[in-house]
């Protein structure tokens, strides 16, 4: 028979995921409508790093900042640009401490963006798939991002698909707002890579 | 230290939750496999409204049977087994549940992704259609319903034009709503859907 703290320990746990993946769907609203502070507000104060695709690594909140704010949310969105990111099929583990977890997720994207540059260019209606690795940290009783990984699968223009065309729009680090490191594993389709999850297998154990 | 009380309020608020993800889900599932009786029973007998897309406001739960059975599911007329490659795949993605502090109130932010066939210009035609939901749930003898369900299109094209090229096909207002839709703006609008919660770190 359980005790009450064994209980508590136990619902406390259920409820971290629960939150947890409140976080990372309310990011992905975030994201879609290019609100980049409010993403900035989700990471952790000490956050060690965000890397989507072959942008590089920026390092610790002020790197979180710089990518955010100033890569992606350097401009206004152009009239007619569309960003939806659909974030599914979350996998979520808390650490035995119950202070830090990670999440491996799926997204499935719908875009309209010009492809030259993050800025420049003809809009083109896009389809993109990557899956995100996360970690996340608890401070004062709630759940922040504490690294953001992203690795691109396919972005390609909707009149093609992946097959044809798997890569569009990415063109390696910005040079004017440019990262700490370069990308640590950018292998999109059609390179067999797979991005490995975080957690081991749930019967064997390996 | 936490009592057996306060243990057994946490553990129906997280019973809540799965509920009412549950049945967001199931009204997705019930709106594919086309059984719009069912989907008017998850609505509370005192709903306030459905607003879907451009058909306009639906209120109370006459007006929600009205917009699902009469409108959407064409009411009692028999499906006509020729017809049997209409289709309507609704994926619900994204829930952000927040129950009320009552308890018997809630409010969900969700995302729906499409793929749908019918009828446009006597043609059948296939579609990839994009939305968000911004819905309220109400606990009744112990069960979770829909108060409002509210949908905002994003774009409705079609498989072969897509959304940057053609946003917005087929939409046409029903016949009988008790008023127009109240936040139609779809792509490239740049409409935001207001969401139903504060940011949770910052909490503006």
Known sequence: MATLEELQARITRLEDIKQIEKLQRIYGYYLDYFEFQKVVDLFSDNAESVEIADYGVYKGKQGVKRFYLELLGGKPPRIGELSIGMIMQGVVDVDPNGKTAKGRWYCMMIEAKPTISLHEGELRQLWGNGIYENEYVKEEGKWLFKKVFFFLNFRTPYEDGWLKVPVVGQHGPSKEVPPDEPSTYYHPYPSGFHLQPHYKHPITGK | MMNLQDLEKQVIRMED?????????????????????????????????????????????????????????????????????????????????????????????????????????????????????????????????????????????????????????????????????????????GYKFPYHYNHPITGE
Request: overall charge negative; glycine content about 10%; aromatic content about 20%.
């Open chain 2, 17 to 189: 939750i799965q509920e009412i993800e549950n049945l967001q889900r199931r009204y997705g599932y019930y709106f594919d496999t086309r059984n719009f009786q069912a989907v008017v029973d998850l609505f509370s007998d005192s709903a306030d409204f459905a607003d879907l897309e451009s058909f306009g406001l639906f209120r109370g739960k006459e007006g929600i049977r009205r917009l699902y059975w009469d409108d959407i599911g064409r009411g009692s007329r028999p499906r006509d087994p020729s017809e049997s490659w209409i289709s309507t795949v609704v994926i619900q993605i994204g829930g952000v549940v927040n129950l009320d502090p009552s308890g018997v109130a809630a409010k969900g932010r969700w995302q729906t992704w499409l793929a749908e066939t019918f009828l446009y210009g006597g043609v059948p035609r296939q579609y990839w259609v994009h939305g968000y939901y911004e819905n309220e749930y109400v606990k009744e003898r112990g069960k979770w319903f829909f108060k409002k369900l509210f949908w905002n299109v994003t774009f409705f094209t079609m498989f072969e034009t897509g959304w940057l090229t053609q946003p917005l096909v087929g939409l046409l207002p029903m016949a009988n709503p008790d008023g127009p839709p109240t936040a139609f703006y779809p792509y490239p609008s």
